[in-house]
């Protein structure tokens, strides 16, 4: 068996501080109540390689289980078919899990549903993330708020409201994400 250092680290662990930790990761992912929430975690948890790596795991099995060609699966993923192999194996000997939740996923993909996030601006704001951050910032502080939080974000955007003749499009944005949860 090939093991990196870090999974060889693993492995010196006792069976049971082993499935313990595994446990704790299970009862992290069970506990994300919202979409954003197990977003969040995974990104904070994964690197970009490693959720890349899984999420391409699950759309294999979810496109075999549609009775896809290997081929397909390999053009559609640009994935070499020794992974598609891999899950195929799984998917024939173990793959309840595999089975169950891909039962329970919608069948077509979910777009994000911020419209401002489909736009030219979204990508300005991925291009150049440090020049963004102050915005990225209030909007995840706005996303996050609590219902007196937002209202008391509110008053502060009705007060710039009656400050400011022009609004920038970062002040209609603002307005937009506060919107619906004004009083």
């Given at each position: ?8 680290g ?15 990761l299970?009862?992290?992912?069970v506990?994300?109540?919202t ?14 390689s ?5 999420s391409?795991?699950l759309?294999?099995?979810k ?8 081929k397909?699966v390999?053009d559609?993923?640009?994935?070499s078919q020794t992974?598609i192999a ?7 000997h173990?793959g309840?899990?595999?089975?169950n939740i ?16 489909q ?10 993330p440090a ?9 995840q502080i ?6 007196k939080?937002?209202?008391r ?9 009656n ?7 970062l002040?209609?944005?603002l307005?937009?994400?506060?919107r619906?949860?004004?009083?």
């Amino acid at each position: 068996m090939n093991l990196s250092t870090r999974t060889k680290g693993f492995y010196k662990l006792s069976k049971s501080e082993r499935e313990s930790i595994v446990f704790e990761l299970i009862q992290a992912l069970v506990h994300c109540k919202t979409i954003e929430e197990a977003a969040m975690f995974t990104q904070d948890l994964l690197t970009e390689s490693e959720l890349s790596f899984i999420s391409r795991r699950l759309r294999i099995a979810k496109l075999l289980l549609q009775n896809k060609t290997y081929k397909e699966v390999q053009d559609s993923l640009h994935i070499s078919q020794t992974t598609i192999a891999k899950i195929a194996f799984w998917l024939n000997h173990r793959g309840e899990g595999f089975r169950n939740i891909l039962k329970k996923l919608p069948s077509a993909p979910i777009k994000n549903s911020d419209p401002l996030m489909q736009s030219p601006w979204a990508s300005l704001k991925r291009q150049y993330p440090a020049y963004f951050l102050p915005e990225i910032i209030i909007e995840q502080i706005i996303k996050m708020a609590n219902k007196k939080q937002r209202e008391r974000l509110s008053k502060v955007v009705l007060e710039v409201d009656n400050s400011v003749r022009e609004k920038s499009q970062l002040h209609r944005e603002l307005e937009r994400l506060l919107r619906p949860h004004r009083t």
